[in-house]
């Protein structure tokens, strides 16, 4: 009976022990590394950070993918190069005016809980240099961070972190997160899809064509913007929608389940609809709906 109840004991203490290390890792706890996964076979790792700084040829074409690092996409400066305070060095491909980076082996660790440097890469694309034909970014914990460079093509993927998008122009963009929140700024797109499923959205002083705006739980916010066409739809979580233009240029269809409708102002119910050149549907099932136009 003794030994059985020394077993449980030990049990539980492995069950506190872990679900510790996960909530301190899901709250920004970071370990230098132990062991990890590489190739299908653990590797033991040295609890290192590598930093370093890459020359990198001219490029039209990106692709970056990252485990549990912050990317950064700056634009200014003369060189084309990249930053790194990474776990081990990352790979690097760069071929047909296209550059791929790839972070290479996610490590575990389990000691020295919270000491551990933050990790990222930082691209640099010269000032000079106008356009990127396409890039595509993604990362699974960590956040993404785009300034002042224009593309032809955007996409940006985050499973656990937020994305800052800013001074931005491109005619096709799909950004989304799993848990994280959306900062778009000064941003002028002409068909963008947005999704968040644990998280807010919010545009200041945006110009977009076509907007197809999703979040599951979180609010969605667009302030100083014009927006021609749109469909916002959240599960939990408000919308509010402050708009250039006079209100007759819209038709609006509004609809909340639990929640309240507001027009410049005025209560309008759970309902509103009007009519005009430029469609917006406005959709959630619990909270409410804000819509103010310039008249």
């Known amino acids: 009976m003794k030994k059985a109840i020394m077993v449980i004991i030990g049990i539980s203490f492995i069950i506190l022990g872990g679900g510790l290390i996960a909530l301190g890792y899901f709250f920004g706890g970071k370990f230098p590394e132990f062991f990890g996964f590489e190739d299908g076979k653990i590797k033991f790792g040295s609890g290192t950070t590598v930093e370093d700084s890459v020359e990198l040829s001219e490029f039209d074409k990106l692709d970056i993918n990252m485990d549990t690092s912050t990317v950064y996409?700056?634009?200014?400066?003369?060189?084309?190069k990249l930053e790194y305070a990474l776990s081990k060095e990352p790979e690097i491909t760069e071929k047909d005016g296209k550059v791929t980076i790839k972070e290479s082996g996610r490590m575990i660790s389990f000691w020295n809980f919270g000491f551990s440097k933050k990790h990222y890469v930082k691209l640099y694309i010269?000032?000079?240099?106008?356009?990127?034909?396409?890039?595509?970014?993604?990362?699974?914990?960590?956040?993404?961070?785009?300034?002042?460079?224009?593309?032809?093509?955007l996409r940006i993927k985050s499973d656990t972190g937020s994305v800052h998008v800013n001074a931005v122009?491109?005619?096709?963009?799909?950004?989304?997160?799993?848990?994280?929140?959306?900062?778009?700024?000064?941003f002028t797109c002409d068909k963008l899809l947005t999704k968040t499923s644990t998280g807010s959205q919010n545009f200041t002083n945006a110009k977009i064509e076509e907007l197809n705006a999703k979040t599951d739980t979180g609010s969605f916010k667009m302030e100083e913007s014009s927006l021609t066409e749109g469909k916002i739809e959240t599960d939990t979580g408000s919308i509010k929608l402050f708009v250039k233009g006079k209100l007759s240029d819209y038709e609006i269809h509004a609809k909340t389940d639990t929640?309240?409708?507001k027009v410049n102002g005025n209560k309008q119910g759970k309902k509103y609809e009007s009519s005009g050149a430029h469609e917006l549907n406005l959709e959630t099932d619990t909270g409410s709906i804000t819509i103010e136009t310039e008249e």
Not at 73 to 80: A, L, P, R
Not at 129 to 152: C, N, P, Q, R, Y
Not at 172 to 185: V, Y
């Open 73 to 80: 996409v700056i634009h200014e400066g003369k060189e084309w």
């Open 126 to 153: 010269p000032a000079d240099v106008k356009l990127i034909k396409e890039a595509s970014i993604s990362t699974d914990t960590g956040s993404v961070h785009v300034d002042k460079i224009d593309f032809d093509i």
């Open 169 to 186: 122009a491109v005619p096709d963009a799909e950004i989304k997160t799993d848990t994280g929140s959306l900062h778009i700024d000064a």
């Open 259 to 261: 929640g309240s409708v």
